[in-house]
């Protein structure tokens, strides 16, 4: 059975970091790309990064190239986005989410994901 368990939201003030860990089980990442989503109330959920298991490659949406940084542990089946110089803005649920993936390059698109986390909130305020 495919579970993916977000952790590591919280408060922050501005400027600072945080990191979060998306824990996958029920299927091996070689084959799949994990992103990172987020939401805020009346918004639809935003693509953030996303990273292809097998290579590594990844993908940022513009507002936070530069900023975050997502990375693989295959081994331990963990996903991490490194989320530095926090906005206001960039509060949300942040979700991570799994699709088997081919030879393209991951997608930043919601609909290409089928599994998806539970959401960990990240609130970045002074």
């Known amino acids: 059975q495919v579970q993916l368990v977000e952790s590591g939201g919280g408060l922050v003030q501005p400027g600072g970091s945080l990191r979060l860990s998306c824990q996958a089980s029920?299927?091996?990442?070689?084959?799949?790309?994990i992103g990172w989503f987020r939401q805020t109330p009346g918004k639809e959920r935003e693509g953030v990064s996303c990273i292809k298991g097998r290579d590594g490659s990844t993908s940022y949406v513009d507002p936070v190239e530069g900023r975050f940084t997502i990375s693989r542990d295959n081994a331990k089946k963990t996903v991490y986005l490194q989320m530095n110089s926090l906005k206001p803005e960039d509060t949300a649920v942040y979700y991570c989410?799994?699709?088997?993936?081919?030879?393209?390059?991951?997608?930043?698109?919601?609909?290409?994901?089928?599994?998806w986390g539970q959401g960990t909130q990240v609130t970045v305020s002074s």
């Open positions: 029920g299927f091996n990442l070689d084959f799949y790309a």
């Open positions: 989410a799994a699709y088997r993936i081919f030879f393209e390059g991951c997608s930043l698109s919601s609909r290409m994901y089928d599994y």
